[in-house]
């Protein structure tokens, strides 16, 4: 069974430019959640899709970032236009079904470098 | 608000000594608490989770964590550290009910390894 892939596994763009982060979830997980990480601070929430809808995008730090799952498969997120405070890592995961106790499998991340 | 508290950012273990990364919770019930790892370049795998079925839960390679309700502690320990074992390990707590579920991560501890 195939993980959860992320792409691309790195990415450096200018202050201003537009970058587009993927994600695909392992097949048949409902739930798919974005995570940040920027340098030397926790790993912070973003938002989180229930199928194609969004069910709690508290974390999205402004209107910059626009995250899609159309079709309730793969993910995007799209950041426009880049700061410099963007830089960080992109987490994905994915889980089969909403529940507390239920394990989130997560992608090796996007690294991303906004000079 | 259910969080996490990973007190050590660092920890440094000698091969073969006991392994010790401490975690104390904040949750108003009874919580859902994980131990992910992520090793250098890699993404985040689960080691272990906490459902209330058993106070001590055994997980992968080894780590096993006692929740203890009377402390608010999940502590992840190890008997014999390994050369492989140093990465960064992730304290986390799964918060909200119903469809509106996330995981909220603990700072980190990274953890070195000497020969």
């Known amino acids: 069974e195939a993980g959860v892939t992320q792409f691309p596994s790195h990415s450096v763009i200018e202050k201003g430019q537009t970058v587009t982060l993927r994600c695909d979830p392992i097949s048949g997980h409902d739930n798919l959640y974005w995570y940040r990480r920027v340098m030397g601070k926790e790993i912070k929430f973003l938002l989180h899709f229930v199928k194609e809808s969004k069910q709690d995008e508290s974390g999205m730090p402004n209107n910059r970032f626009l995250a899609e799952r159309t079709g309730g498969t793969y993910s995007t997120l799209k950041v426009q236009p880049a700061e410099l405070e963007d830089s960080g890592v992109y987490f994905c995961?994915?889980?089969?079904?909403?529940?507390?106790?239920?394990?989130?499998?997560f992608g090796q991340g996007t690294r991303l470098t906004v000079v | 608000a259910q969080s996490v508290t990973q007190l050590d950012s660092h920890v440094s273990v000698s091969e073969g000594t006991p392994v010790l990364l401490r975690c104390n919770y904040s949750s108003s019930y009874s919580p859902s608490l994980f131990w992910y790892v992520q090793h250098p370049n890699k993404g985040l795998q689960l080691l272990l989770k906490?459902?209330?079925?058993?106070?001590l839960v055994k997980g992968i390679n080894g780590f096993e964590a006692e929740f203890k309700k009377s402390e608010t502690s999940f502590h992840l320990t190890k008997p014999s550290a390994h050369m492989r074992d140093a990465a960064e390990y992730f304290c986390?707590?799964?918060?909200?009910?119903?469809?509106?579920?996330?995981?909220?991560f603990g700072a980190g501890t990274r953890l070195a390894v000497h020969p």
């Open positions: 906490y459902t209330s079925a058993a106070t």
């Open positions: 986390v707590v799964s918060v909200g009910s119903g469809g509106y579920n996330k995981l909220i």
């Open positions: 995961a994915s889980r089969p079904r909403t529940g507390r106790n239920t394990e989130a499998f």
